[in-house]
Each structure stands twice: as structure tokens, then as C-alpha cells.
């Protein structure tokens, strides 16, 4: 199991930019794929993005391909979620999962653990 703590998160005009970090505590944070999830208010939470445990491999949901980069340093157990020409409907909360597997993946339900969140706050 891993412990994670996301920040990084506030209140930007669109068009601006913000970067997440997501820190893990625990052992072997380099085995797990790591992703990023968003909720807004009233919504499902859904996939925003994920990388592979080295990185060597990402995946984008459309709506933020282009605008969002995923990365990670695994020497700072850290993984960032870099969010460029933020748009208000970007507004939720972000939340970092870690999942147990080398490879990433879109689906909520593969991930074993979870962050408390950041809320990311996009006015027009």
C-alpha cells in the first residue's frame, strides 16, 4: 500500500496554468502505475491521465490531450500533472491513484489506492 498526498491546487483564470504533484509514501512506489482522476461537483469521478511505471508510457483522456503532460520522477516518489490553457470546465477536484501493475490505465476501478485530493478552481 501507498500513501498519497496531492498539492498544488487553487484558483487560476483560464487560459492559465497549474502543476499538480502527487507524493507517495511506502515501499516500491516505482512498481506502480500511477494516474490522475477528476470530480466535479455533481459529476462522476473520470480518468484525466496515467503513466507507466517508468514513464516510458501515457495515456490522455480527449478532453485534456494537448493541454495536460503527466510525469514522474520516481528518485522524489512523485508524480506531477502539468495543466496548461485550463479551461473553467476544468474545475474539480484532482485526485492521485496509484495502481499495483506496471501499466496505467483509464479505468477507476484498477487503481488500489487513492489520494485525499486538490481542488483546482478555474474562473472565466
Known amino acids: 500500500q501507498v500513501q498519497l498526498v496531492e498539492s498544488g491546487g487553487g484558483l487560476v483564470q483560464a487560459g492559465g496554468s497549474l502543476r499538480l504533484s502527487c507524493a507517495a509514501s511506502?515501499?516500491?512506489?516505482?512498481?506502480?502505475?500511477m494516474g490522475w482522476f477528476r470530480q466535479a461537483p455533481g459529476k462522476e469521478r473520470e480518468f484525466v491521465a496515467a503513466?507507466?511505471?517508468?514513464?516510458?508510457?501515457?495515456l490522455y483522456a480527449e478532453s485534456v490531450k494537448g493541454r495536460f503532460t503527466i510525469s514522474r520522477d520516481n528518485a522524489k516518489n512523485t508524480v506531477y500533472l502539468g495543466m496548461n490553457s485550463l479551461k473553467p470546465e476544468d474545475t474539480a477536484v484532482y485526485y492521485c491513484a496509484a495502481r499495483r501493475h506496471y501499466s496505467g490505465s483509464s479505468h477507476l476501478f484498477r487503481y488500489d489506492d487513492w489520494g485525499q485530493g486538490t481542488q483546482v478552481t478555474v474562473s472565466s
Open positions: 503513466i507507466s511505471w517508468n514513464g516510458g508510457t501515457t
Open positions: 511506502g515501499r516500491t512506489f516505482s512498481s506502480y502505475a
